[in-house]
């Protein structure tokens, strides 16, 4: 049984930065891809970013520059650290664990992830 935990989430101003954990426990590759997602209100969750193995990690546009994904295999830990925070980052947001190797071009979408967390919510408000 694979559980993901994230946490770090909270109430930011505009500009400022934040650092989401997530961790994940039980038996699962480490070199499977990991992702974060997001689910604004009345939206849609939308893929923000993903890392796989020594892959180089992969951003959706809107966040290239300002987000940062990393993985600690010896801990089991998957981090996102955000900088310079807008609004629309306003969201909760949940990492992603893929149960095999799923090709590249399809790790941007949701339904290639197995496990998920239950997610932290990040408010980006002044």
């Known amino acids: 049984q694979v559980s993901v935990a994230e946490s770090g989430g909270g109430l930011v101003q505009p500009g400022g930065s934040l650092r989401l954990s997530c961790a994940i426990s039980?038996?699962?590759?480490?070199?499977?891809?990991v992702a974060w997602f997001r689910q604004a209100p009345g939206k849609e969750r939308e893929f923000v970013c993903h890392?796989?193995?020594?892959?180089?990690?992969y951003y959706t546009n809107s966040v290239k520059g300002r987000f940062t994904i990393s993985r600690d295999n010896a801990q089991n830990m998957v981090f996102l650290q955000m900088n310079n925070l807008q609004s629309e980052a306003t969201a909760i947001y949940y990492c992603?664990?893929?149960?095999?190797?799923?090709?590249?071009?399809?790790?941007?979408?949701?339904?290639?992830?197995?496990?998920w967390g239950q997610g932290t919510q990040v408010t980006v408000s002044s």
């Open positions: 992603a664990v893929d149960a095999s190797r799923t090709v590249w071009s399809a790790l941007t979408q949701a339904t290639t992830y197995a496990y």
């Open positions: 039980g038996r699962t590759s480490r070199d499977g891809a």
């Open positions: 890392k796989r193995g020594r892959d180089n990690p």
